[in-house]
């Protein structure tokens, strides 16, 4: 019995399931293990005085006092920047 093309494109073995999955999972570890670090290295700096900007408050794309932006918002999804979570969805989804 022969298969049509797009059963035979979808067909897999075990293996290469598991091997997606892994690196799947070690790709969001890292981006987790990134977010966190960010996290508190911004909450670090806040507890000394210090202030931190993110790349959405430059436009322009020039990192200069002059290109910065304090009534830019994020394009951050509304449902993921409210109450708690704010604080947290910024380090997931923007660089400092």
Do not use: N
């Amino acid at each position: 019995m022969r298969l049509p093309i797009w059963q035979k494109l979808l067909r897999f073995r075990l293996r290469t399931l598991l091997l997606a999955i892994t690196a799947a999972s070690i790709w969001l570890g890292f981006h987790v293990h990134s977010a966190r670090l960010q996290k508190r290295s911004v909450a670090s700096i806040a507890k000394y005085g210090g202030w931190v900007r993110y790349d959405f408050q430059f436009p322009s794309g020039e990192y200069f006092h002059k290109s910065f932006d304090r009534q830019a918002r994020s394009a951050v999804p509304k449902c993921c920047s409210t109450g708690s979570v704010s604080i947290s969805s910024m380090m997931w989804f923007r660089l400092v």
